[in-house]
């Protein structure tokens, strides 16, 4: 049934073996820098390469400050520290990403509210948010209150699904007005850019993710980015367990988190953003071999949302009804192509089938619908 689009994809990638979804590229100088790390001995949490990851990651993506950490997760759980989010506040995000966004806001005791996407983005609606907010929240001060669980509404974390920015200008108005603090999960969109400005930089917080599936990665990695110098130094000390700066001295003046990012993984990380503009054009290409392939006929091809520019990240076709999904999914990877569903909406994991949420008909469409089908860069 899907032979044609199958053999299509193989061809693309050349190779008689499984072709996985996104495979990392170590092209560049990784074995490089990794045995200069380890000759230099500082393979731990300081080193040259942490600092010079943090400026490179700064310089690509316009913001003043980087902060590298462990993971995308720990990064995500500093950010609504940084926001302030406590024991039973409320977290705005999306049903449709992955688990790590909704862990991090359950690590502070909140508690996600749940607000569907776009149609066009596949990340938050600003007219969902707005519409959400005006009917169930007043602000009180400097706080929304939720008036049907009489929580704050803290913080609010869209994600740029799949590398596609959602439509964060409109967001960030919204939250500005109703005092909400803006985080963006960039985990999946570094190289992607609303209106030319770089996916993250736009909220008050963003954070990236280098685990080993992403555009570029550290082996497990991320990173926290912001315009705000005392955002960023409050995050350098809290993923530092909070250790006063001394010479010889263990003072520590909160509890803190070990949650740096080892010198060893960003040396990896600083060949890898060697290769990233390469990588980006090449997935770019990748994209519009996929568009002109499946141009407007089902399975219909994801295109980049209006005012963007994605960095492709992972490529998204969509299926007739969710009978043609799973007979696609099968098809495909009994014949050795890796093709994913998205997530299993939030709302539906039995951590978070109690949160609060606005219908989600959009989300629920592509989760019936969106399949992710094979993106590695591809080496010509
Ligand atoms: C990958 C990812 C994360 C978490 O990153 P890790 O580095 O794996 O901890 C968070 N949010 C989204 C949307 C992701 O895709």
Avoid at 108 to 122: E, Q, R, S
Avoid at 226 to 253: C, F, G, Q, S
Wanted: proline share 4%.
């Amino acid at each position: 049934m899907y032979e044609e689009t199958i053999n299509f994809i193989r061809s693309i990638y050349n190779s008689e073996d499984v072709i996985p979804l996104n495979e990392p590229q170590f092209i560049g100088n990784e074995k490089k820098y990794l045995n200069e790390c380890i000759d230099s001995t500082y393979v731990s949490s300081s080193g040259i390469f942490i600092d010079k990851l943090e400026r490179n990651i700064a310089n690509f993506t316009g913001a003043k400050y980087a902060v590298a950490t462990t993971n995308g997760t720990s990064a995500l759980h500093i950010a609504l520290l940084l926001a302030n989010v406590t024991k039973n506040d409320e977290v705005i995000s999306q049903p449709l990403t992955f688990v790590a966004t909704c862990n991090a806001i359950s690590y502070c005791g909140a508690h996600p509210v749940f607000i569907d996407v776009d149609k066009d983005t596949m990340g938050l609606s600003p007219n969902a948010l707005q519409k959400f907010l005006e009917e169930n929240t007043t602000v009180e001060g400097q706080q929304c209150i939720n008036n049907i669980t009489g929580r704050v509404i803290k913080s609010c974390i869209p994600m740029h699904s799949f590398g596609h920015p959602c439509r964060i200008d409109e967001i960030k108005e919204i939250c500005d007005e109703y005092k909400i603090i803006l985080i963006e999960d960039a985990a999946e969109s570094l190289g992607s850019f609303f209106n030319g400005k770089h996916t993250g930089t736009i909220g008050q917080i963003g954070v990236i993710s280098f685990n080993g599936n992403k555009i570029i990665t550290s082996g497990g990695g991320g990173c926290i980015i912001t315009n705000d110098a005392i955002l960023a130094k409050r995050a350098k000390h809290m993923i530092t367990t909070a250790k006063v700066p001394h010479k010889w001295e263990y003072n520590h003046d909160m509890i803190g988190y070990n949650y740096r990012m080892p010198n060893l993984n960003a040396a990896l990380l600083v060949a890898q953003m060697e290769n990233l503009k390469s990588f980006l054009s090449n997935k770019r290409k990748l994209a519009i071999i996929y568009r002109d392939f499946f141009s407007d006929k089902v399975p219909f091809f994801f295109e980049e949302p209006a005012q963007s520019k994605s960095n492709y990240w992972l490529n998204i076709i969509l299926l007739e009804d969710l009978k043609q999904r799973d007979l696609f999914l099968d098809e495909a990877n009994s014949k050795g192509l890796m093709a994913r569903p998205i997530w299993t909406l939030m709302n539906k994991l039995p951590m978070f089938k109690n949160s609060h949420n606005d219908g989600l008909v959009n989300a629920r469409w592509f989760e019936e619908h969106a399949v992710n089908i094979p993106s590695s860069v591809v080496i010509s």
